[in-house]
């Protein structure tokens, strides 16, 4: 599913304008029926009166579409216009005739904190896709008032308020328990604060051709459990474990061997079907005995207990024969273990993925890393990847989107940006978000789990892109199951490998989307 900015998502519209007779007219009285079902819905055992909180935009317009259909469904109907008729373009202006005309009820501004207090639902219809900056007057006012209610509120294509392409608010913003946004879903949907003001997110069908958007070249797509379904691969009968792809993990420096257990416990998980995790040589029993299914592998120790550099020589001879490796769970950030990374990014003989502190082996020198001659999946959390960029992690965090782009177009790698909507990203420029997972993920050892994921995934011969995009996914998936079972608090990373199998089977088995598609 296609992930659109403001400014593409207008360029569709006047291309469906243009070339293919749409009238914005037509548009409206698609998008506001669509609003009007979605409220229908949430409606769905409760009583009391709706009223649609319109701006003077064409947003508005589209909530008083709604709000005619919901009154001509049989609902009691008011809406609140900040605008005179006069300051509203023609279309929202036709709007407003025609739900006056169908019997819903016409409030003023000054009526509009009663009516909004006695509201069973809201719709939030002030601010659409053209908003920037800060709301202010009478839309900050009514974004005000309807928070202030404290009732179920629908909110149209955004939250009124939140920027379209930054999820950014700088001023009052509406929190909605359900947006419903129109044809594709806005870059703003999946960046904090955005996010989490826009509720639950129901992308509705308004009509858009298919050509018009394949013409816009949109680089950024949500994850869907289909693509996924599809990049998985598929075993015959006779399969067996040197068929299913063979993993080499460098990991688990002294006090942190769990990491390396974990990651390879998380390879087997997905699916491959030989592990080898190599360790420091005071690390390899303590990780042997934590795992039974993977094998293990001494390597020279370093004084501050991690691998000395001329270990790199000797993992890559080993690990010859694999079809992926990872590197940096509970690695160390030692010099040696520095130069160890780097020198196994040199000599890389199979696809591979970097976490944690082998990330950190490229702090202010991320070009060092097109210089792998394998392709090559960086896993970083927002801290590692200021280190990597020499940014603060407030700049990260406040433009993810551009921060692991750059990050992909300087690496040359497939960039995992971890967080709530986890982005990944090509070095072409290509870019996924990850619509799973939840706080349950927060925990320690949960990156190092998703760095076995991908290296089981790209083992059993998923490309890169396809092997971090499903990965991320997977691992999401897992701590959703795990969150429905036992809550998003105190959940282990042991236990999101644990249930990556499960995980697997419900997605292999038909998974339905995790953003609601409604269709016209």
């Not at 909004?116 to 709301?135: E, H, K, P, W, Y």
């Not at 392409?165 to 509406?174: E, F, H, I, K, S």
């Not at 059993?460 to 998936?477: I, K, R, T, V």
Request: hydrophobic fraction near 50%.
């Amino acid at each position: 599913m296609k992930v659109v900015s403001a400014e593409q998502m207008r360029s569709i519209e006047a291309r469906l304008f243009a070339e293919y007779g749409f009238s914005s007219a037509v548009l409206m009285e698609l998008a506001g029926r669509q609003v009007a079902v979605v409220a229908r819905r949430m409606m769905e055992g409760r009583t009391g009166p709706i009223v649609a909180v319109c701006g003077k935009g064409n947003n508005g317009g589209d909530g008083l579409v709604a709000a005619r259909w919901l009154r001509h469904w049989g609902y009691q109907v008011s809406a609140v216009v900040w605008a005179s008729f006069d300051d509203l373009p023609a279309d929202a202006a036709q709007a407003l005739h025609a739900a006056r005309m169908a019997g819903v009820s016409i409030l003023m501004p000054a009526q509009a904190a009663e009516a909004l207090q006695n509201a069973a639902l809201i719709i939030d219809a002030v601010l659409g896709t053209g908003f920037v900056g800060s709301a202010r007057g009478q839309a900050a006012e009514a974004i005000k008032l309807i928070n202030a209610a404290r009732r179920p509120v629908l909110a149209v294509d955004m939250p009124s308020g939140v920027g379209t392409n930054t999820g950014q608010v700088d001023g009052p913003a509406v929190r909605a328990d359900v947006t419903v946004t129109f044809g594709l879903p806005k870059l703003g949907l999946f960046h904090f604060p955005g996010a989490d003001l826009a509720g639950r997110v129901v992308v509705v069908d308004i009509g858009l051709d298919e050509k018009a958007i394949e013409a816009e070249d949109i680089q950024v797509e949500l994850t869907r459990a289909e693509s996924v379904r599809a990049w998985l691969p598929v075993y015959s009968r006779n399969a067996h474990k040197g068929t299913r792809g063979r993993v080499f993990v460098a990991a688990g420096s002294r006090g942190m061997t769990g990491a390396g257990a974990l990651a390879g416990e998380a390879a087997l998980r997905v699916g491959a079907g030989l592990v080898t995790v190599a360790a420091p040589e005071s690390s390899q029993p303590v990780i042997a005995a934590l795992r039974p299914e993977f094998m293990t592998l001494a390597l020279p120790e370093s004084a501050a207990g991690g691998f000395r550099t001329d270990a790199a020589e000797l993992f890559l001879q080993r690990a010859a024969r694999a079809d992926a490796l990872a590197v940096g769970p509970g690695l160390g950030t030692d010099p040696e273990a520095q130069m160890f990374t780097r020198a196994v990014v040199a000599g890389a003989t199979a696809p591979l993925v970097l976490d944690a502190d082998a990330i950190k082996a490229f702090a202010g020198r991320p070009e060092l890393l097109a210089d792998c001659p394998m392709p090559l999946v960086i896993t970083p959390h927002p801290g590692e990847m200021a280190h990597l960029l020499g940014l603060p992690v407030e700049a990260v965090q406040s433009d993810r989107f551009s921060a692991v782009r750059r990050a992909a177009q300087v690496t040359k790698a497939v960039v995992v940006l971890k967080g709530a909507y986890t982005l990944i990203a090509e070095p072409e420029g290509g870019l996924y978000i990850n619509p799973t997972g939840n706080r349950a993920l927060g925990t320690g050892g949960s990156g190092d789990v998703l760095t076995g994921v991908i290296a089981g995934l790209l083992a059993q011969g998923l490309g890169a892109p396809e092997a971090a995009a499903a990965g991320a996914f997977l691992h999401g998936l897992a701590g959703d199951r795990l969150a429905q079972r036992m809550g998003e608090d105190g959940v282990l990373a042991g236990e999101i490998a644990a249930e990556l199998p499960a995980a697997q089977r419900d997605l292999r088995s038909g998974l339905p989307d995790v953003i609601e598609e409604l269709q016209g």
